[in-house]
């Protein structure tokens, strides 16, 4: 695995020692689809607050039980949007620590036998022009699904985009910052690469079989 985005631009790295423990409890096999979607849940929080810090704030005035005060708010609208199935699994988490942010769903894969990326659900929040953007799917592989996703989002005019993930492949980071370069990478992890399947190596499998137990085609 390679432990700095220093090669990548606009790749931040999470490299908490509490990150990276419950990586690797995500990495094991042995652990139950329940401690999975737990500790995928976990994560996410973390990943919140690291690529929400440069948030806008509105200054409002409050009441202590000592006296009134000048204190900050959020300022600025967000969007989540969930890439499907995976992403489903970091909404929890996201919203625990950003409950004012707005949420919109993305159904989207590579299907192998077209060699093309399909998209067969969108449903964005009202208004979303001009608003800053968290994308979120636990895995960056390849990068056909981040990109085709991000196109999408593109149309409709949002503001910042950020893709929020907890693995991601050196190839995967490269492409998306190719075709998106205005695309900031939050990662837990970068990868070693991929498989001639385009699994990530060494990976944790595939998130949404895991997350939902299931067993992919």
Known sequence: ????????????????????????????????PLSFRLITEEIAQFLAYEATQDLKTVKA??????EKTQA??????????????????MLSGMLRILPFATVGHIGIYRDKFIEATVE???????????????????????ADTACAAIDRLKE?????????????????????QEVHPDVEVYTCSIERGLNDKGY??????DAGDRLFDTVGA
């Open 1 to 32: 695995m390679t432990t700095s985005p220093t090669e990548f631009k606009n790749c931040r790295l999470i490299n908490h020692p509490v990150v990276r423990h419950k990586v690797t409890m995500l990495r094991d096999q042995k652990t139950t």
């Open 61 to 66: 005035e409050v009441e202590t039980p000592l």
């Open 72 to 89: 900050d708010l959020i300022g600025e609208e967000l969007v989540l949007v969930s890439v499907m199935r995976a992403g489903l699994g």
């Open 120 to 142: 067969y659900y969108l449903r964005l929040p009202k208004n979303v022009k001009g608003k800053r953007v968290l994308v979120l799917d636990p895995l960056l592989a390849t």
């Open 156 to 176: 409709y005019e949002v503001g910042p985009i950020r893709f929020v993930c907890f693995l991601a492949s050196p190839q995967g980071i490269k492409r998306l």
């Open 200 to 205: 990530l190596l060494p990976g944790l499998g």
